[in-house]
């Protein structure tokens, strides 16, 4: 149901754009060990696999980079060869980031227990993973509560509730994520900590403010520049903004204009009938339509469907009960209303105000009712 939009971006090789490599140093002690290691990691648009022998021990890595990147080291005791291994969970392995300058590492015994010292970048990524590790324990622990203890009776109300308590860790998690980057403005990892941010729908005007205020050596990256262009690109559909127009044709193939609804609040609704969280927040979509329907309040559903997906769109409009506006070029993620507002995941929804100005976004659950009655007022 995604298309990863930020993650793509931090991920892209970097442009070394009159940039001088600089040269860092791996140098380990792992107890007695004898073992081949390898080490893997991304140098601009370039895979790189080195290796070591760690003789009694000790090994040791060199070479030159520009910008922190992330790198994995693996024990190969079989001499395998790096092809061969096994890089699964049982693997001897530990991940972290490459950096200019000298990197510690110590262990009793092996690769994956090593502990790494004079590495500013790496006590950083560590809390990174503090929050990440922290976040997923509380998402999979809700799960397996509401698993154990929901009541399947009302099947809208219960999803309402897990989207509610959904909301509650997001909001944990954004919090701790935009305190990482308040309290490390020098650090490379602020930049991968802001793509995560704002997820699928990044706020333009929390991003920006956030990226302006990193140390000027942080800014300078490439990947910097990427991201602030990604999040300039946004500010067209950012809350505030007036909605972009558009046509696209119904499901009898007339076409329908945005504009044409001027004067009514719009709720545009990206969806598909292949996207089962879209169909399951379809019930809490027609709840509000009908409960507000007649106070100036009308929606837009813009499909995502694939090119043979015409009977299975406009079978799930019927199933579903969609009786409002339904428009699609069946262009799957090339949809073109899609690209205009740079929909990178569905479900997704944008609410238009009477004057064509977008005023709210991912809107889902107890949330789009809650909205919708504070502009409208209630029934």
């Known amino acids: 149901m995604k298309k990863i939009f930020f993650y793509l971006v931090l991920s892209m090789p970097l442009l070394v754009c009159a940039q001088i490599p600089k040269p860092f140093s ?94 500013p970048i790496n006590d950083q990524f560590k809390k990174l993973q503090a929050i990440n590790e922290d976040i997923a324990a509380k998402r999979n622990a809700m799960i397996a509560d509401e698993f154990k203890h929901a009541d399947t009776s009302n099947k809208t109300s219960r999803q309402n509730q897990i989207q509610a308590k959904l909301k509650a860790i997001q909001t944990d998690y954004h919090t701790a994520l935009k305190n990482f980057i308040l309290t490390n403005p020098d650090s490379y990892l602020s930049l991968l900590a802001l793509g995560s ?7 333009p005007n929390e991003i920006l403010p956030l990226l302006d205020g990193l140390s000027k050596e942080v800014k300078e990256t490439e990947t910097a520049r990427l991201l602030r262009n990604a999040i300039e690109g946004l500010k067209s559909t950012a809350i505030g903004a ?11 193939g007339h076409l329908v204009r945005l504009s044409s609804f001027r004067g009514k609040y719009v709720l545009l609704d990206f969806w598909a009938s292949w996207c089962g969280p879209c169909r399951q927040e379809n019930p809490n979509v027609v709840k509000v339509y009908n409960q507000f329907k007649d106070k100036n309040f009308t929606i837009i559903g813009i499909s995502l469907d694939r090119p043979d997906g015409g009977f299975a769109w406009l079978n799930a409009i019927k199933k579903d009960h969609l009786t409002w506006t339904q428009l699609s070029d069946l262009k799957f993620w090339n949809n073109a ?31 789009l009712e809650a909205k919708l009655t504070e502009v409208l007022g209630k029934k």
Do not use: W
Request: proline share 6%; charged share 20%.
């Open 26 to 119: 791996v140098i380990g002690k792992f107890g007695n060990l004898n073992a081949k290691i390898y080490m893997a990691y991304q140098l601009g648009s370039n895979k790189i696999l080195d290796s070591a022998q760690c003789i009694n021990g000790y090994f040791t890595f060199k070479g030159d980079l520009i910008y922190p990147t992330p790198a994995i080291l693996i024990a190969d005791y079989k001499n395998v060869g790096a092809a061969k291994l096994d890089g699964g969970p049982t693997a001897d392995k530990l991940s972290f980031y490459l950096d200019k300058g000298i990197i510690n590492m110590s262990s009793p015994d092996s690769v994956y227990k090593a502990n790494i010292t004079s590495s």
């Open 197 to 203: 941010l704002g997820g699928h729908t990044p706020d």
């Open 242 to 252: 007036m909605a972009p127009d558009f046509e696209q044709t119904d499901t009898l």
């Open 337 to 367: 209303v899609a690209q205009l507002y740079q929909v990178q995941s569905i479900p997704k929804n944008f609410l238009i105000d009477p004057t064509g100005k977008i005023i709210a976004q991912d809107l889902r659950g107890d949330d």
